[in-house]
């Protein structure tokens, strides 16, 4: 697999994929203007009479279970878009384990020019 866009790994970084998760991922907007991506796992509505968070939302971190260095556990981030059923992926590269949304990834085969 090649790494497609990520903000630590270079673009085109080869890895294997080693595990796989279907759920909900988030587009957030932190209070410095930077975005990331987070999943299901990772947060709350601040609403407790809603279980679910939509776009526009404000919602409370509640996990660091990617070990993320760009929100701590209890920062507020804004919902800026949800992909439902959107694939995770595990990556090993560099005898390093981290996870990106499938859409970070793309496969490639080796060709031959004739």
């Known amino acids: 697999m090649i790494l497609g866009n990520d903000e630590n790994v270079p673009i085109g970084t080869e890895g294997s994929v080693v595990s796989r998760w279907i759920g909900t ?4 907007r932190l209070a410095d203007g930077t975005f ?3 999943d299901s796992s990772e947060l709350e509505s601040i609403d407790p009479s809603r279980h679910s968070i939509a776009v526009g939302d404000i919602a409370k971190v509640t996990s660091n279970k990617h070990s993320h260095d760009f ?4 920062s507020l981030v804004q919902v800026v878009k949800v992909v439902d059923e959107a694939d995770y992926y595990g990556v090993v590269f560099n005898d390093t384990l981290d996870w990106f949304a499938g859409l970070e990834l793309a496969s ?3 060709f031959e020019i004739p």
């Not at 929100?71 to 209890?74: S, T």
């Open 25 to 28: 991922l988030y587009a957030v």
């Open 108 to 110: 490639y085969r080796p």
């Open 71 to 74: 929100a701590r556990m209890g």
């Open 36 to 38: 990331h991506w987070m």
